[in-house]
């Protein structure tokens, strides 16, 4: 009488998703987990905190972390302290996938390269994962490119793809999955992220904020959320969008309180959706002059 076939065994590690500001780490996350977690916009440095996301598919259990971009433009408390966020994710992580656009290889790429080179990185496998294939008009030209990467860094994989198309996602987990080691899972299947409802809702919120004012707010804009009522099938939200300037705080109410109402109504919909309940949402803007380049007051909103 045979044994029965063993159960294949668990994997589970985490993943961490570095990059210079602007180059998709943020729908790419997204797009791993398969539901929105992490705010994507086209304003550089939109990510400030340590996001971990999970998607578990069939034995594997993927723990993403998406740092913050790492800043090479910005000199103040602000930069410095996304930038040790940076590399502190990367001191326990299992794989990393080094994300830059597809075809191109700047300076802000490079500084982050050479953090992955550092000590901390020594036998962690590094992904380049070459993201926005899509703008590159000529395919062909992809081929020398990433030769001059492999010239570059010894990467482990590398994975041309675009962030916005499920397809690419879903061979990306495949290609991470055997860097993974074989362990128990950290979280329940269902499981989607270590954040609270609270702090998804600040980051919907900011999110809105800068698709809505384009390249007039400066990147020294956070929301705090004030107040997360859960009324059973209902949400009580107030936040405060927090800025450094008066005419700042103009921008964001917009002409009539249009913008304010706006970036409000977005953000209510994209919160019922993901929280599966209504919101009822109030915004506020308070002015908070130098709030981006002090630690105390880094501290207090998060």
């Known amino acids: 009488m045979t044994g029965a076939e063993p ?9 961490a ?15 791993l987990v398969g539901q929105k977690i992490s705010i994507t916009s086209r304003k550089a440095q939109t990510t400030r905190h340590r996001i971990t996301g999970v998607r ?24 410095r302290t996304l930038n040790r966020t940076v590399v502190a994710s990367l001191a326990d992580v299992d794989v990393v996938l080094f994300v830059v656009e597809a075809g191109k290889f700047g300076l802000a790429d490079a ?25 590159v008009h000529r395919r062909a030209e992809l081929l020398p490119w990433l030769k001059s990467m492999s010239e570059r ?5 590398y994975v041309p793809l675009s962030a916005k ?11 991470v999955r055997p860097y993974l080691p074989e362990q128990p ?15 998804l809702a600040s980051e919907i919120v900011r999110e809105k904020l800068f698709r809505l004012s384009g390249d007039e707010l400066p990147y020294a804009s956070t929301v705090v959320v004030d107040r997360f009522d859960d009324d059973g099938g209902l949400r009580r939200i107030a936040a405060t969008i927090v ?27 994209d919160l019922e959706r993901l929280l599966d309940a209504k919101v009822f949402l109030e915004l506020w803007v308070k002015v908070r002059s130098g709030w981006a380049d002090t630690e105390e007051r880094l501290r207090s909103y998060g």
């Open 165 to 175: 198309k499920a397809a690419d996602a879903e061979r990306l987990l495949a290609i």
């Open 17 to 31: 998703i570095v990059g210079r500001p602007n180059v998709g780490k943020s729908t790419l996350l997204n797009a």
């Open 243 to 269: 800025v450094e300037r008066e005419a700042h705080k103009a921008m964001v109410i917009g002409e009539g309180g249009e913008r304010i109402k706006r970036i409000g109504s977005e953000a209510r919909l």
């Open 153 to 157: 860094g010894d990467f482990a994989e």
């Open 7 to 15: 159960a294949s065994a668990q994997r589970c590690g985490l993943v």
């Open 56 to 79: 578990t598919l069939g034995d594997t259990q993927y723990v993403f972390v998406d740092t913050p971009g790492f800043q090479t433009r910005h000199g103040t408390t602000l930069a």
């Open 111 to 135: 500084r982050v390269l050479a953090l992955l080179q550092g000590e901390a990185m020594k036998g962690k496998p590094v992904l380049l994962v070459a993201n926005k294939v899509d703008a």
């Open 185 to 199: 899972w950290y979280y329940d299947a269902e499981h989607l992220t270590d954040r609270s409802e609270r702090f």
